[in-house]
């Protein structure tokens, strides 16, 4: 069966191979009200609301994700107020799942 894909907006994060703001995943809320998307070194958080663009939270910046992970690629939802983080194998570390409870105003 044949598919289409649809740009549906542009995620107002700057891309930085130099600083690591490379986006590597991204996931929506339980309720569909938020979109958190991962870098190598922040988290960008966007209220999603029916057919319209997502809405940037805080800063364009980001949040700083608070801990190194080698090779951190992808986020998840665990609850509503969690998430979970993964990154893969370094080459001089092993991959690592982590836990980032959640304050973000809705």
Same mark, same amino acid.
């Given at each position: 069966?044949?598919?289409?894909?649809?740009?549906?907006?542009?995620?107002?994060?700057?891309?930085?191979?130099?600083?690591?703001?490379? $986006?590597?995943?991204?996931? $929506?809320?339980?309720?569909?009200?938020?979109?958190?998307?991962?870098?190598?070194?922040?988290?960008?958080?966007?209220?999603?609301?029916?057919?319209?663009?997502?809405?940037?939270?805080?800063?364009?910046?980001? $949040?700083?994700?608070?801990?190194?992970e080698?090779?951190?690629?992808?986020?998840?939802?665990?609850?509503?107020d969690?998430?979970?983080?993964?990154?893969?194998?370094?080459?001089?570390?092993?991959?690592?799942?982590?836990? /980032?409870? /959640?304050? $973000?105003?809705?």
């Amino acid at each position: 069966a044949a598919q289409e894909l649809e740009r549906v907006a542009v995620l107002p994060i700057r891309s930085s191979l130099v600083s690591g703001r490379l $986006v590597t995943g991204a996931a $929506v809320s339980p309720d569909d009200s938020l979109l958190v998307v991962r870098t190598y070194v922040s988290l960008h958080f966007l209220r999603l609301r029916p057919n319209a663009p997502p809405v940037p939270l805080g800063r364009r910046e980001g $949040v700083t994700i608070p801990f190194v992970e080698a090779q951190g690629e992808a986020v998840t939802f665990e609850a509503a107020d969690r998430l979970v983080l993964t990154s893969e194998r370094g080459t001089s570390a092993r991959g690592s799942i982590c836990r /980032l409870h /959640l304050t $973000v105003a809705r």
